[in-house]
């Protein structure tokens, strides 16, 4: 009905090409933030699009509640966040690392245990205020539960379409986190159905760390290599394995990690990427802000890593790796490049008190 006048078609087109390529609303600035953690002032959450809550977990019968260690944490997330950034959306993630695989497979494998999930999912996020609903399953073990995956998704969209639709509300997002690859290796090398992520999700988090750990004592390395010319276990592969197997550029958020991966050196006189290690400190994952600490009270040496994208710093005998402001700031100019939605991180509250990497990642997001 209403055509635009020819004179203003110009002009139209210049606000709509300017607001596209400006950074726009819909770029992803999102934290996970643990579920027994009350939500504190000093979290930084401005530098936040979207806070996700860490988990709720999935009981036998199928249906989801929150963790036992929530202590109720679950009804204030939603008004402590908005309390904090009154623009921030929150979301429910669903199952986490330490979670049960085969449960989400055998909830996934048929209609009625679906139906019976999406349901509850539903419901626990309306009660309690939340914006979006995220799954962690990890991880699909087989082609077969990946089809189920795809079904669970699509119902799942029909589902929240239809309680919006039922209760006049806006429709909760629907997200989840996945392998930083589109093939899980390892375990049973399913593919994820990429057109279902497509057709059903807001965005996939792609959790894009973890590359070397304490599962190999031997050798210190960098668990959140961006590239690595001597591994093809890195974030640009993974990346590039998304978006070829057709994912939309524009539905992958990239995982960064604010936490380390640390190893006892063998020698104090070979200390860099690749060096050999006796084992890992009793604490192998230490949190950025643990990190800074680290290099202040060791007088230890830190060093960013052009290659890789990564930071390390050793001292007392300790190695660790991690991100720093630089390699997050590196790792968002990426995203930027490859045309991602944006970024999560694990977790927000790993952060320095000043917000350093949160503010790296946001500051490099919002520049042109
Ligand atoms: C995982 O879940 C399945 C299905 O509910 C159950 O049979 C199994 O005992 C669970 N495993 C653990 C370790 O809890
Ligand atoms: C869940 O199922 C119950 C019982 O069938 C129904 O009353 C309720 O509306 C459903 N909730 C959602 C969010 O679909
Ligand atoms: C810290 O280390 C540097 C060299 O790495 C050394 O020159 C300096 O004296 C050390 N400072 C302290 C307080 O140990
Ligand atoms: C490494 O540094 C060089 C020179 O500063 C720069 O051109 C190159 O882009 C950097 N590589 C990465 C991966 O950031
Ligand atoms: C490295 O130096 C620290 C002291 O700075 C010491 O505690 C540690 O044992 C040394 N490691 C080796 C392998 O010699």
Request: glycine letters at 8%; proline letters at 5%.
């Amino acid at each position: 009905m209403a055509i635009a006048p020819r004179s203003i078609l110009p002009l139209l087109l210049c606000v709509l090409i300017a607001s596209f390529h400006s950074s726009s609303s819909s770029d992803v600035k999102l934290g996970y933030w643990l579920a027994s953690r009350p939500i504190v002032s000093s979290a930084n959450l401005h530098l936040y699009t979207h806070l996700t809550y860490a988990f709720a977990q999935l009981d036998p019968s199928f249906q989801i509640s929150p963790q036992p260690d929530d202590n109720g944490n679950i009804a204030q997330f939603t008004p402590a966040a908005r309390a904090l950034n009154p623009a921030i959306v929150t979301l429910i993630a669903i199952g986490g690392g330490g979670s049960n695989s085969t449960r989400f497979a055998e909830m996934a494998a048929a209609p009625s245990s679906r139906a019976t999930f999406i349901n509850s999912s539903i419901a626990l996020a309306r009660a309690n205020g939340f914006h979006g609903l995220d799954l962690d399953w990890e991880f699909p073990q087989s082609q077969r539960e990946m089809s189920d995956l795809a079904a669970l998704w699509a119902e799942w969209r029909a589902a929240i379409q239809a309680e919006a639709t039922a209760t006049s509300r806006a429709a909760l997002l629907l997200t989840a986190a996945v392998y930083y690859r589109a093939t899980v290796q390892n375990v049973g090398a399913g593919t994820y159905p990429v057109d279902a992520v497509n057709a059903n999700l807001d965005w996939v988090g792609l959790m894009a760390f973890d590359y070397h750990g304490a599962w190999d004592p031997t050798t210190v390395g960098p668990h959140t290599a961006l590239y690595n010319p001597d591994s093809s276990v890195n974030t640009d592969a993974g990346v590039t394995s998304w978006l070829g197997q057709g994912l939309h550029a524009d539905r992958a958020v990239l995982g960064l990690a604010m936490y380390g991966r640390s190893w006892i050196l063998a020698s104090n006189e070979s200390t860099g990427i690749g060096a050999a290690a006796v084992g890992v400190p009793a604490d192998s994952t230490p949190f950025f802000r643990d990190i800074v600490s680290f290099i202040r009270d060791n007088n230890a040496t830190a060093v960013y890593d052009n290659t890789t994208v990564t930071a390390y710093c050793f001292g007392g005998g300790v190695w660790i790796g991690f991100d720093s402001p630089v390699s997050i700031a590196t790792k968002v100019e990426y995203l930027k490049s490859r045309a991602l939605k944006g970024y999560f991180f694990w977790t927000a509250g790993y952060d320095s008190s000043t917000g350093a990497l949160a503010n790296a990642a946001s500051a490099t997001l919002d520049s042109r």
